[in-house]
């Protein structure tokens, strides 16, 4: 079985450019999630998806990050325009329906903005 | 959210034992203490969870305080590719998130 699929996994770029990450989760996963990993930091939650709604977005910040899934699959995060914080790994993750089942990981993007 | 605490690192030799410990004093009855961990350069991986009777499984056993309290990640026999971040979090069937700490970073020495 795949796993989550995130592409690209490094991606460098100037500040005040524009940005996306896309995500493919696992077959049959309806619940989609994005995190933000600072080095030496866990994991945070940008937002989740059930399906094609974004049911928790309340860390996503909106003045320059967006997010859509598509039909219920595919996902892409947009960052515009990019600032130095934002360089961090972006990761993918994806479950069953619902918070408490096991979420499988993509790899991550590692961004540079400089 | 009910906060969980672990020690910034830890080490172990090869072939021996590991107990990885956490505690989260104001657990919730209805909390699940999951646990992951992310090897260098990967994305966290799903290990093991248990709500309040120790659980087993391939990769490890958690075994659970009665008071809930504390529990315990036992990697049976660490091999150097067990070396990464571990991370216990508390999941209640109301979480909006999987909130992670900064997690133990566990040292294998060969």
């Known amino acids: 079985e795949a796993g989550v699929v995130q592409s690209p996994r490094y991606k460098i770029i100037e500040k005040k450019q524009p940005v996306a990450f896309w995500c493919n989760p696992i077959?049959?996963?309806?619940?989609l999630y994005w995190y933000l990993q600072n080095l030496g930091q866990g994991p945070e939650l940008l937002i989740r998806?059930?399906?094609?709604?974004?049911?928790?977005d309340s860390q996503l910040p909106k003045d320059r990050f967006s997010a859509e899934r598509l039909k219920g699959v595919d996902s892409t995060l947009k960052i515009q325009p990019a600032e130095l914080g934002d360089s961090a790994v972006y990761l993918c993750?994806?479950?069953?329906?619902?918070?408490?089942?096991?979420?499988?990981f993509g790899p991550g993007t590692r961004l540079t903005v400089t | 959210d009910a906060k969980t605490t672990q020690p910034n690192s830890m080490e172990s030799n090869e072939e021996e034992p590991v107990h990885l410990p956490c505690n989260h004093s104001t657990i919730s009855g209805t909390d699940y203490i999951h646990w992951y961990r992310q090897l260098p350069s990967q994305g966290p991986e799903y290990v093991i969870h248990g709500l309040t009777s120790n659980v087993n499984n391939r990769m490890a056993s958690l075994a659970i305080a009665e008071d809930r309290k504390s529990s315990t990640l036992i990697l049976h026999r660490a091999t150097l590719r067990d070396a990464a971040v571990y991370y216990c979090?508390?999941?209640?069937?109301?979480?909006?998130?999987?909130?992670f700490g900064s997690g133990t970073q566990l040292t294998v020495l060969p």
């Open positions: 998806y059930e399906n094609e709604e974004a049911v928790d």
């Open positions: 077959s049959g996963h309806n619940t």
């Open positions: 993750a994806s479950s069953l329906q619902g918070i408490s089942y096991e979420q499988y």
């Open positions: 979090i508390l999941v209640s069937g109301s979480a909006r998130q999987l909130t």
